[in-house]
């Protein structure tokens, strides 16, 4: 009873985040300019693979006992997916890169 409802549970978790994997490779491919292409990898991709790790954890923490190297790569990405996010976005607008938006300007 338990095995069949966690087995269900760690379906639940793949099949969640890799739809939010799957929207958020779509946007990155058909989003039109740099400014809204973030969207794509640094919102929906890491709720995704955050989604699939969670998945993971319960799938081999309940075959093997605790595991935490996926938490440590959960860790990783929440860090390093919003720091690169934000060096991209700076570096297109030092470029000069057209937005579908209005860039704001700096004070």
């Given at each position: 009873?338990?095995?069949?409802?966690?087995?269900?549970?760690?379906?639940?978790?793949?099949?969640v985040?890799?739809?939010?994997?799957?929207?958020?490779?779509?946007?990155?491919?058909?989003?039109?300019?740099?400014?809204?292409?973030?969207?794509?990898?640094?919102?929906?991709?890491?709720?995704?693979?955050?989604?699939?790790?969670?998945?993971?954890?319960?799938?081999?923490?309940?075959?093997?006992?605790?595991?935490?190297?996926?938490?440590?790569?959960?860790?990783?990405?929440?860090?390093?997916?919003p720091?690169?996010?934000?060096?991209?976005?700076?570096?297109?607008?030092?470029r000069?890169?057209?937005?579908?938006?209005?860039?704001?300007?700096?004070?």
């Open positions: 009873m338990i095995a069949g409802l966690l087995d269900l549970l760690t379906a639940v978790l793949l099949l985040g890799s739809g939010f994997a799957l929207i958020g490779s779509i946007g990155l491919a058909r989003l039109p300019d740099i400014f809204t292409r973030l969207h794509g990898p640094t919102k929906a991709t890491t709720l995704g693979v955050g989604g699939i790790l969670l998945g993971s954890v319960l799938f081999f923490s309940v075959r093997d006992g605790l595991s935490l190297h996926e938490l440590l790569v959960s860790v990783f990405l929440f860090l390093t997916a720091v690169s996010a934000h060096l991209l976005a700076r570096a297109a607008k030092h000069r890169c057209r937005s579908v938006a209005p860039v704001p300007e700096d004070d």
